[in-house]
């Protein structure tokens, strides 16, 4: 098929555009052209890419003509963030293409109830990101629902891969805190250290959007989760990274409020919005439906993350065991 892939560069466009060359079909990638995909692949020579700025051409009301120009089978939505957005790229596609699928958030759920959290769950979404691509998807499920629109909605968790920082155990972005667990000192976490993160390796997302097209009747109309198979406590996630070192953790609890002041504003409002969420998400129905198969448990596509960044001297830290 003829595949346009919208924001087709970055984490998961990484291992996506791959997927897709492999298997034969023609891929279009439209991306701001501010960087390379962040692994290397021959891949890449037999695709098309142009260089478009999204917000621009959506302000002057060319995006949607433009994607229909490229003649696509299917569009594949990394960056959408705002319900208008999905509604002009529908009201565009609407009779011209077979499938549509928008790359949302596990953060549509709101902070966990019962877990692991299935897609069926009522959504209680809070802060923007989380609240605008519910909307979103919202949106898509009742225009295939009514319409027959051919959406399909995949939900990754916090992705990882080689090339960028992963959300360490302590529930920010700071990769120093990897350093902390390789040398044995004492890291500080929040609580008890019991709320959970739920990774998924960027390859294991775009298997999911590949088997959404595969087993496509089952998958149009439909939401999935894209996580690893299970999800890590932030105590448990520092023990297993500590132990990568051939170290017991070193660990001290603090309260919440307490435990922010050991930290920058900016790091304890993103560990602040992880243990709210503590996503522990279910991957039963794209098993059941899509034939997911993740490759990699979140310990190991950290690893594989954590590895990448001791090779470029973003991490002070021994090789892993």
């Not at 692991?116 to 949106?139: D, M």
């Amino acid at each position: 098929m003829r595949i346009l892939v919208i924001g087709g560069t970055g984490h998961i466009g990484t291992y996506l555009v791959p997927r897709l060359v492999e298997a034969g079909h023609g891929v279009i990638v439209l991306t701001r052209g501010q960087h390379e995909p962040y692994r290397r692949h021959a891949a890449w020579e037999h695709v098309q890419r142009i260089n478009v700025d999204r917000a621009a051409e959506e302000s002057a009301g060319t995006f949607g003509r433009r994607v229909l120009d490229l003649r696509p089978d299917v569009v594949i939505d990394a960056i959408a963030f705002r319900p208008l957005s999905v509604q002009r790229m529908v009201e565009a596609l609407r009779g011209s293409v077979l499938q549509y699928v928008f790359v949302g958030t596990i953060w549509v759920h709101g902070y966990s109830t019962v877990v692991p959290t299935s897609e069926e769950q009522p959504r209680r979404p809070f802060g923007e990101y989380g609240i605008q691509k519910a909307a979103a998807e919202s949106y898509l499920l009742e225009q295939a629902r009514r319409n027959g629109f051919p959406a399909t909605i995949v939900h990754p968790g916090h992705i990882v891969g080689p090339g960028w920082e992963p959300i360490n155990p302590a529930g920010h972005k700071d990769p120093k805190v990897f350093e902390v667990l390789a040398c044995g000192e004492e890291l500080a976490l929040p609580n008890l250290g019991l709320e959970t993160l739920h990774h998924v390796h960027a390859d294991d997302v775009a298997q999911v959007i590949v088997n959404s097209m595969t087993h496509w009747s089952a998958a149009v109309g439909q939401s999935f989760h894209a996580v690893s198979p299970g999800a890590l406590t932030l105590c448990g996630y520092a023990e297993a990274v500590a132990g990568w070192f051939g170290r017991p953790a070193n660990l001290r609890f603090l309260p919440f409020e307490e435990w922010k002041g050991t930290v920058s504003d900016e790091n304890a409002a993103m560990t602040e919005d992880h243990i709210a969420h503590s996503p522990c998400c279910s991957i039963v129905k794209a098993q059941r439906l899509l034939d997911y198969q993740p490759r990699y448990t979140s310990l190991q596509a950290v690893y594989e993350s954590v590895s990448w960044l001791i090779d470029h001297g973003v991490i002070d830290a021994p090789p892993l065991r």
